[in-house]
């Protein structure tokens, strides 16, 4: 039988690619792998999201428009160092059915009336909107995005944002699902559950620095989880079991509270 050899040059491409794309969370502390350059994120995610734009209805509610954007404002404020070049946008897309929000690179940032009809308060919708921002701080889609790529071998690392608004509807609803883009779309690629609860610590922190109370971080997951007779969303879906994720969320409370006093 014909042994299988791998080449040299194959190895040696691999040990580079893994080299070079080797970055740290810097809000963790955290080694992660990201292959794909910013520039071509950036781009990609600007692209879709013009598209979703157009097939999604956005809302004209003005209490809902008003509070996102102050609160985004404030929770982009506090992720700047993290996101130096992001061109902030909050977009309130009007869909009852997606309790659900996402944030893209370069700062594309959505929340769904679903959710918004759940949120109580300011501090509420900062915890949400600051776990999304975080996951794009973090670099997560990039992370699944890369390993993705080699998966495949790496040859997606180039031209990997090359003609993105002609990508067709399943390569669309892919690259939107590495972003966390949508209950529809996440269910396709979702966020680890290590992402999750990533996003979770920086985003409490941030919605902290930004002088939302994190404390309505608590009551805010309890409420979700008992959404549907016990059944949590297709939003929670891949997320942490909510009792993990509260437990968590009280050990963090501490280090939160800090920050919100002495902001």
């Known amino acids: 039988m014909k042994k299988t050899k791998l080449c040299p040059l194959m190895l040696l491409c691999g040990v580079l690619l893994m080299f070079v794309g080797c970055t740290t969370v810097s809000q963790t502390g955290r080694s992660a792998l990201h292959l794909v350059p910013e520039g ?25 428009n008003a509070m996102v954007t102050r609160v985004g404002e404030r929770i982009a404020y506090v992720a700047a160092p993290d996101m130096p070049n992001a061109q902030w946008e909050f977009v309130v897309f009007d869909d009852d059915e997606q309790i659900n929000a996402f944030a893209m690179p370069g700062g594309k940032v959505a929340v769904y009336t679903g959710i918004l009809e759940i949120i109580k308060s300011d501090d509420e919708l900062a915890v949400v909107m600051g776990h999304e921002v975080a996951h794009v701080a973090a670099g997560h889609g990039n992370e699944r995005m890369s390993h993705k790529i080699l998966a495949a071998g790496g040859a997606a690392v180039v031209g990997i944002g090359t003609a993105a608004a002609d990508m067709d509807s399943g390569d669309r609803a892919l690259i939107l699902a590495m972003f966390g883009a949508g209950a529809t779309y996440g269910a396709i690629l979702p966020y680890s559950r290590y992402h999750e609860s990533e996003a979770d610590e920086i985003g409490l922190i941030y919605a902290a620095k930004a002088g939302y109370d994190p404390r309505a971080a608590i009551p805010f997951w309890e409420r979700m989880e008992t959404l549907g007779n016990g059944a949590p969303p297709e939003f929670l879906s891949t997320h942490p079991a909510g009792s993990t994720r509260i437990r968590k969320l009280n050990e963090l409370m501490p280090r939160a509270m800090d920050a919100y006093q002495n902001r």
Request: proline share 4%; net charge negative.
């Open 40 to 64: 071509e994120l950036t781009a990609m995610s600007s692209s879709q999201f013009d598209q979703l734009k157009q097939e999604t209805p956005i809302s004209r509610d003005r209490a809902y």
